[in-house]
Protein backbone atom coordinates (compact mmCIF):
# COMPACT_ATOMS: atom_id res chain seq x y z
CA UNK A 1 0.00 0.00 0.00
CA UNK A 2 1.10 3.45 -0.72
CA UNK A 3 2.47 5.78 1.98
CA UNK A 4 -0.37 8.20 1.16
CA UNK A 5 -3.10 6.48 1.49
CA UNK A 6 -5.94 7.82 3.26
CA UNK A 7 -9.05 5.55 3.46
CA UNK A 8 -8.95 2.68 5.55
CA UNK A 9 -7.49 -0.66 5.03
CA UNK A 10 -8.72 -3.81 6.89
CA UNK A 11 -6.64 -6.90 6.32
CA UNK A 12 -7.12 -10.42 7.66
CA UNK A 13 -9.71 -11.07 9.60
CA UNK A 14 -10.03 -7.74 11.11
CA UNK A 15 -12.75 -5.89 11.11
CA UNK A 16 -14.62 -2.69 12.00
CA UNK A 17 -17.60 -2.22 14.16
CA UNK A 18 -18.68 1.66 14.96
CA UNK A 19 -21.82 4.01 15.76
CA UNK A 20 -20.10 6.66 13.25
CA UNK A 21 -17.55 6.67 11.39
CA UNK A 22 -15.92 8.77 9.19
CA UNK A 23 -12.73 8.78 6.90
CA UNK A 24 -10.88 11.89 4.87
CA UNK A 25 -9.76 15.18 5.24
CA UNK A 26 -12.12 17.62 7.15
CA UNK A 27 -14.15 14.02 7.63
CA UNK A 28 -16.93 14.18 10.64
CA UNK A 29 -18.70 11.58 12.47
CA UNK A 30 -20.94 12.01 15.41
CA UNK A 31 -23.21 9.13 17.01
CA UNK A 32 -24.66 7.94 20.07
CA UNK A 33 -25.33 5.11 21.67
CA UNK A 34 -27.87 4.45 24.31
CA UNK A 35 -27.95 1.11 26.52
CA UNK A 36 -31.43 0.10 27.01
CA UNK A 37 -32.53 -1.54 30.19
CA UNK A 38 -34.60 -4.51 30.56
CA UNK A 39 -37.91 -3.79 30.68
CA UNK A 40 -39.22 -3.04 34.55
CA UNK A 41 -41.36 -6.17 34.94
CA UNK A 42 -38.12 -8.38 33.72
CA UNK A 43 -35.89 -6.87 36.95
CA UNK A 44 -38.74 -6.98 39.16
CA UNK A 45 -39.30 -10.73 38.18
CA UNK A 46 -34.96 -10.99 38.61
CA UNK A 47 -35.28 -9.59 42.02
CA UNK A 48 -37.96 -11.88 43.32
CA UNK A 49 -36.21 -14.44 42.17
CA UNK A 50 -32.81 -13.68 44.16
CA UNK A 51 -34.85 -12.91 46.91
CA UNK A 52 -37.04 -16.58 47.34
CA UNK A 53 -32.53 -17.67 46.90
CA UNK A 54 -32.42 -15.32 50.03
CA UNK A 55 -35.08 -16.57 51.84
CA UNK A 56 -33.78 -20.20 51.05
CA UNK A 57 -30.64 -19.75 52.38
CA UNK A 58 -32.19 -17.98 55.39
CA UNK A 59 -34.12 -21.53 56.06
CA UNK A 60 -31.19 -23.56 55.39
CA UNK A 61 -28.93 -22.02 57.43
CA UNK A 62 -31.50 -21.13 60.23
CA UNK A 63 -29.37 -23.11 62.95
CA UNK A 64 -25.95 -20.95 62.01
CA UNK A 65 -28.30 -17.90 62.24
CA UNK A 66 -28.86 -16.43 65.78
CA UNK A 67 -31.94 -14.40 64.13
CA UNK A 68 -33.24 -16.51 61.39
CA UNK A 69 -36.96 -15.71 62.07
CA UNK A 70 -36.29 -11.96 62.19
CA UNK A 71 -33.73 -11.94 59.36
CA UNK A 72 -37.09 -14.49 57.30
CA UNK A 73 -39.24 -11.27 58.34
CA UNK A 74 -36.78 -8.89 56.75
CA UNK A 75 -36.66 -10.63 53.50
CA UNK A 76 -41.06 -10.74 53.75
CA UNK A 77 -40.22 -6.95 53.75
CA UNK A 78 -38.09 -6.75 50.84
CA UNK A 79 -41.09 -8.53 49.12
CA UNK A 80 -43.72 -6.88 50.22
CA UNK A 81 -41.45 -3.04 49.34
CA UNK A 82 -40.67 -3.94 45.78
CA UNK A 83 -44.61 -5.07 45.38
CA UNK A 84 -45.34 -2.01 46.04
CA UNK A 85 -46.23 1.03 42.79
CA UNK A 86 -43.37 2.73 44.15
CA UNK A 87 -40.61 1.63 46.19
CA UNK A 88 -38.39 3.22 48.60
CA UNK A 89 -34.99 2.79 47.51
CA UNK A 90 -33.56 3.48 50.68
CA UNK A 91 -35.88 1.14 52.53
CA UNK A 92 -35.16 -1.57 50.06
CA UNK A 93 -30.95 -0.75 50.64
CA UNK A 94 -31.70 -0.27 54.86
CA UNK A 95 -33.71 -3.93 55.05
CA UNK A 96 -30.93 -5.45 53.06
CA UNK A 97 -27.88 -4.22 54.81
CA UNK A 98 -29.82 -5.18 58.05
CA UNK A 99 -30.03 -9.01 56.74
CA UNK A 100 -26.03 -8.56 55.39
CA UNK A 101 -25.22 -7.40 59.27
CA UNK A 102 -27.62 -10.05 60.99
CA UNK A 103 -25.71 -12.97 58.97
CA UNK A 104 -22.86 -11.75 58.67
CA UNK A 105 -21.17 -14.69 59.55
CA UNK A 106 -22.87 -16.72 56.94
CA UNK A 107 -21.56 -16.41 53.98
CA UNK A 108 -24.01 -18.35 51.65
CA UNK A 109 -26.85 -15.59 53.28
CA UNK A 110 -24.86 -12.75 52.83
CA UNK A 111 -24.31 -13.77 49.38
CA UNK A 112 -27.45 -14.25 48.40
CA UNK A 113 -27.93 -10.76 49.66
CA UNK A 114 -26.04 -8.70 48.33
CA UNK A 115 -27.38 -10.74 44.98
CA UNK A 116 -30.81 -9.13 45.80
CA UNK A 117 -29.06 -5.62 46.61
CA UNK A 118 -27.71 -5.79 43.30
CA UNK A 119 -31.05 -6.57 41.34
CA UNK A 120 -32.39 -3.95 43.12
CA UNK A 121 -29.73 -1.06 42.76
CA UNK A 122 -31.41 -2.26 38.86
CA UNK A 123 -34.73 -1.15 39.43
CA UNK A 124 -33.54 2.58 40.25
Given amino acids: MGADNRGIIVSGPGRIEAVAIAVGSHSRASGSLRKTAAPR ?4 EATRRELEALRQ ?3 EHRAELAQAEELLGTADRIGEEIGRKQPNSLTLRGL ?3 ITTGANSVAAVVKAAEAVKVTV ?3 F
Fill in 41 to 44: EDRL
Fill in 57 to 59: AIA
Fill in 96 to 98: IEG
Fill in 121 to 123: AAL
